[in-house]
């Protein structure tokens, strides 16, 4: 069984300061790992994904997130935050074998400080 | 096309009615997930159909009724809820398993009973 670990439930940054959200996950077989964000009121919305092949991901909107298979990590990281960025982060596991059940950390909310 | 559209956007319902969430994606997908998440929390995973077969049920109880008509559309029949039962509800699909893991989820349906 697989499980993720967001250890920040909330994070301060000033705008136009970096940001590292943290996750790890813990599991027996090979993994596929996503960031998800939600805006207030809407839904989930896909940031990025690592399936296989490079170990640095790149997404949508700045971020992008490190695969670390002997940290069983994979953190997300803009350089730059927007006021705009304001939202719950989810990091999110599968495994290969059971790909249909994704697994959900606890979220980090990010808050961006003008 | 990445969308997946749910109706309607609001319900409020008494502990007597019966009512119906509806879901629609035209991406293709085989998979198709109906989640329910509570206020800051992450979202739990109800029910999973799989080339239109119910694959996943997460121990649900039945005043919640899953329903796969086809490919492209998931419903959720709801009957003789509760208060406790008020949250947002997230459809997803998923082109299933491998390469096509990621979910893309709709805006959700936020539900209140009263």
């Known amino acids: 069984a697989q499980s993720v670990t967001q250890l920040d439930s909330q994070v301060p940054v000033f705008e136009e300061a970096p940001v590292e959200l943290r996750c790890n996950y813990s599991?027996?077989?090979?993994?596929?790992l996503f960031w998800y964000v939600q805006y207030p009121n809407q839904g989930l919305q896909l940031l990025l994904k690592?399936?296989?092949?490079?170990?640095l991901v790149k997404g949508i909107n700045g971020f992008e997130a490190e695969f670390n298979k002997s940290q069983t990590s994979f953190h997300l990281r803009k350089p730059s935050v927007h006021i705009s960025d304001t939202a719950e982060y989810f990091c999110?596991?599968?495994?290969?074998?059971?790909?249909?059940?994704?697994?959900f950390g606890s979220g980090t909310r990010l808050s961006i400080r003008p | 096309d990445t969308e997946v559209t749910q109706t309607p956007k609001h319900l409020v319902m008494g502990m007597t009615n019966k009512k119906s969430l509806k879901c629609e994606q035209h991406?293709?997908?085989?998979?198709m997930y109906w989640y329910k998440q509570k206020a800051k929390k992450p979202p739990e995973l109800m029910f999973v159909?799989?080339?239109?077969?119910?694959?996943i049920n997460e121990s649900v109880p039945s005043r919640f009724s899953p329903e796969c008509p086809n490919s492209s559309l998931l419903n959720l029949h709801l009957h003789a809820l509760q208060p406790e039962d008020s949250a947002l509800y997230l459809c997803?699909?998923?082109?299933?398993?491998?390469?096509?893991?990621?979910?893309?989820f709709g805006p959700g349906t936020r539900l209140t009973v009263t």
């Open positions: 997803a699909s998923s082109q299933g398993q491998g390469e096509g893991a990621e979910q893309y």
């Open positions: 599991s027996s077989v090979s993994v596929y």
């Open positions: 690592y399936l296989s092949g490079s170990t």
């Open positions: 999110a596991v599968s495994d290969h074998s059971s790909a249909s059940k994704i697994i």
């Open positions: 991406m293709g997908h085989r998979a």
């Open positions: 159909y799989s080339y239109e077969k119910l694959s």
